[in-house]
């Protein structure tokens, strides 16, 4: 009697729960990087425009005489074309301990969407209020953040 083998050509249950169970996990990997590239580029974009921002305002700051720049932004805010006024500000911080220089800091902190903040100031009020100052450096910081020396001509 002769021993006939039987070949299935098919998948069982089991390999296609398994195959199935492999191709869910690699599109949820897939869609999880697509949705985190999104926000990737939503920061740079902001980024950018807020690095911008602090140059414009250096630039304005340029062209201001030395004698008047002190009494003209010292703690000041702005507005920041391309960000949203509600969800941005921008400060500058001018430094006069020495008279021939002085220090300007141009900082811009903004809110993303899911209210991520970026920079210290968590309220976008402009000022650096109790518990904002993250690195304890009596600063307002942000990744938008300018500082320059302008000495007296």
């Known amino acids: 009697m002769a021993f006939q083998h039987k070949h299935n050509s098919g998948f069982t249950l089991l390999e296609?729960?398994?195959?199935?169970?492999i191709l869910i996990v690699a599109l949820v990997g897939?869609?999880?990087?697509?949705?985190?590239?999104?926000?990737?580029?939503?920061?740079?974009?902001?980024?950018?425009?807020?690095?911008?921002?602090?140059?414009?305002?250096l630039e304005e700051i340029r062209n201001e005489s030395f004698g008047q720049?002190?009494?003209?932004?010292?703690?000041?805010?702005?507005?920041?074309?391309?960000?949203?006024n509600s969800d941005s500000e921008g400060v500058v911080e001018v430094?006069?301990?020495n008279p021939d220089l002085l220090r300007i800091s141009v900082t811009i902190c903004w809110q993303q969407k899911g209210d991520r903040i970026f920079g210290?100031?968590?309220d976008l009020d402009g000022a650096l209020d109790a518990?904002?100052?993250?690195?304890?450096?009596?600063?307002?910081?942000?990744?938008a953040k300018l500082v320059t020396l302008i000495a007296r001509r």
């Open 95 to 97: 430094n006069n301990t």
């Open 69 to 84: 720049i002190f009494a003209n932004y010292n703690s000041t805010t702005f507005e920041v074309a391309g960000l949203s």
């Open 120 to 122: 210290e100031d968590s």
């Open 30 to 57: 897939i869609i999880a990087a697509y949705t985190g590239c999104f926000t990737l580029n939503e920061t740079a974009r902001n980024l950018t425009i807020a690095i911008n921002g602090c140059q414009e305002k």
């Open 16 to 21: 296609m729960m398994i195959g199935a169970m």
């Open 131 to 143: 518990g904002e100052d993250v690195n304890g450096n009596d600063q307002l910081d942000s990744p």
